[in-house]
């Protein structure tokens, strides 16, 4: 039996994880860093935001801040009681800081920030007992596909660079000829 709800909470989490990754490569589709997220209250998402900082040429445009925002706005509340946000890369301390002020009650995320992560690996804001409301934490909820998105991402501009590169010397040595 504890099993069986254990199985049952996992599948919860793959589910909405899942529908975050959709989230993510939707910001892919517009050349923006895939990471996506998705507020679910009462089993039910109710808002779903991915990354636009490019779009945007905003600093603030992640998806876990317009993913809140937009719950805010929707439900005529600021505070996201009893909520649980999925993220498919670790929160920043900007994100963690609005997830701490609209007492989201849960965080599942998919893979590890090790260059900014405040949600255990850089450091834990969540968790911290200073603040007036900390938020449960699940992490590495299908880790390695919210991964895998972000490192093809990055290797494809790489690629591109590197190809631009070599057409611009292809370009200079023909103008030298
Ligand atoms: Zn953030």
Not at 145 to 155: D, K, N, P, T, V
Request: with cysteine; hydrophobic share 40%.
């Amino acid at each position: 039996m504890g099993d069986n709800l254990i199985n049952i909470v996992e599948s919860q989490d793959e589910f909405f994880m899942k529908e975050a990754i959709k989230e993510a490569k939707k910001a892919e589709d517009l050349n923006e860093v895939p990471i996506g997220a998705v507020l679910v209250m009462k089993g039910e998402i109710i808002s779903r935001a991915h990354n636009l900082r490019e779009l945007e040429q905003s600093a603030i445009a992640h998806a876990e801040l317009l993913a809140i925002d937009q719950a805010c706005r929707q439900s005529g509340s600021w505070r996201l009681e009893n909520s649980t946000l999925y993220v498919t890369l670790e929160p920043c301390p900007m994100c963690a800081g609005a997830i701490i002020l609209s007492r989201v009650k849960r965080v599942v995320y998919g893979a590890s920030d090790p260059k900014g992560g405040c949600a255990g690996t850089l450091m834990n804001l969540l968790h911290d007992e200073r603040f007036n409301h900390q938020c449960d934490v699940t992490k590495g909820v299908l880790e390695e596909e919210c991964g895998q998105l972000l490192s093809a991402f990055f290797r494809s501009i790489r690629d591109r660079k590197k190809l631009e590169k070599q057409l611009k010397n292809n370009q200079t040595f023909k103008d030298l000829q």
